[in-house]
Structure formats: C-alpha cells, structure tokens
C-alpha cells in the first residue's frame, strides 16, 4: 500500500522481542520506519517487564532504529515516562490511554513523551484535539493519531490532522484488517463496509475526499447489520496470577477484571 512505516507488538519476551525487531528490519530494509508498540504486553502480571529490563531493551532496540517505542510502561506512571524518556535512547510515544485532559496537559508540559498519541473519538472529540495540538506544537513535540478502529475514524482524524503542519501532527495511524482476502491481523469487515466508498490511498498518503461534510457518504445499513453488543469487546487472560480482564472499546478507560462485582 506504499506506506512508509509499520507498527508492530512483539509479544514474546525480552530476548525474542529483541529478535521479532531484528527480523522485522532485516525484512524491511533500512528506510521503513518500525514502530514498536508494548501496547501493555509488557504489563503479564508476574512476567511484566521491570522498568530496569524495559530500560534494558530499549537500548537493544536502539540498534534497529525504531520510530518509536510505545507505551512501555504502565501509561499513568507519567514519571517512569520522563526517566525512560530522559535518557534519550529511543523516541518515546503515549497517550492513547489517557483518561482526560488533565492527563495529556501534564505529559506535554512535562515533556514525558517524543510523540503525543490520542484518540479523537473518544478521547474528547475536535476541540480537545485542537488544544492537544496547539500544546505540543508550543513545546516542539510531536503528534500521532491513534485511530484503531473503522475507516470512518481513520478519516474524521484525517480531516482534523491535516488543518496542522505536518512537523506537528505527523501521522495517521492506518489499521490493516483482513477483511475480502487482504492480508491482516483479523477480519473486521464492518471497518470497510461503514463508507460507501473505499478510502483512497497514493503511495502510503491517505487522498482526503473534499465532498461535502466528511467529503464520503455513510453505509448506515451497517447499523441494522452489526447490532450494537453490549459489553467489553475482547478478553485477556494472565497465567501468572490467574487473571481475566476485560477490555472496552475505549481506550481512555482502564481494563477491568470480569470476575469483579463492580465491572458486571
């Protein structure tokens, strides 16, 4: 599809995370951007890394040139963040978990991060957005979308992104699912099938439509073809203590453990 980086969760421990990036680089060449995301697969219970091994692999990662390495640590420890970030191993991305905007306020003043990540759907809409960007352009960081979602996201992020300059909001996070025969990571057709028309992409670039409103018309029949489940999304279970949790499709709010009274 002609993009010019890739984002990636190695998931296997520190010594074959470590050569999960050593092989994505040597698959891709030098000139790819990898973006390493620890997107909590570094949080196991008992097997969660130290932030002294975190440390540790970050500096072994440096080696293949990451974009970025992704939320390494627990996202609320903003001080763990401005340790790891201050010794300047690797460029640093959080965000997507924040719960309000108090939260993003004090990663950017404080410069706990190289890139500022946030979701725009439901992370508190346009006009949070615009004052996320305005701060971290007043600090001379930068800003990446998190849109893991449908292809409307993708494009409603789009349309906010692009009234910025690009050294201040930088990318647009695209996700690949495998839906009609594609390549990916798992089927979620209803991500395709809610725009009447595909997305157009050049070259990695993302061809903003310029109709009116969001510039592409809505399927809204999807409405009628995926029902609205109530609940989490997805579970996870931890081996070590024996652990599930429950994941919402927002990501400003914390997992929760299913078994628990309070998250029925």
Avoid at 238 to 254: Q, R
Wanted: aromatic share 10%; net charge negative.
């Amino acid at each position: 599809m002609g993009f010019s980086a890739y984002k990636m969760r190695p998931a296997l421990g520190p010594e074959k995370d470590l050569e999960t990036v050593q092989r994505m680089r040597a698959a891709v060449g030098p000139n790819i951007g990898l973006m390493v995301d620890a997107h909590s697969w570094w949080r196991m219970g008992d097997k969660s890394f130290s932030p002294q091994t975190v440390m540790e692999v970050a500096t072994e990662m440096a080696k293949y040139r990451p974009t970025w390495l992704e939320e390494p640590l627990p996202p609320h420890d903003h001080d763990a963040y401005r340790k790891l970030r201050a010794a300047k191993i690797v460029p640093i991305a959080t965000g997507e978990h924040e719960q309000d905007e108090a939260g993003f306020e004090d990663l950017i003043q404080t410069t706990a991060a190289d890139y500022v990540q946030m979701d725009v759907c439901c992370q508190g809409g346009f006009a949070m957005g615009q004052r996320v960007f305005a701060a971290v352009a007043q600090k001379g960081m930068r800003f990446a979308f998190h849109s893991w979602g449908t292809t409307l996201e993708v494009l409603a992020a789009a349309h906010l992104g692009i009234c910025w300059p690009e050294h201040v909001v930088e990318w647009l996070e695209y996700p690949c699912y495998s839906n009609s025969g594609r390549v990916g990571m798992y089927p979620f057709p209803l991500s395709d099938e809610i725009l009447r028309e595909p997305l157009a992409i050049e070259r990695g670039d993302l061809i903003v439509p310029k109709g009116p409103g969001l510039g592409i018309a809505i399927d809204e029949r999807v409405i009628e073809k995926y029902p609205f489940i109530p609940g989490p999304w997805s579970f996870f279970k931890i081996n070590s203590p024996p652990e599930t949790v429950a994941v919402t499709g927002d990501h400003s709010v914390k997992w929760v453990d299913a078994n628990s009274p309070s998250s029925a």
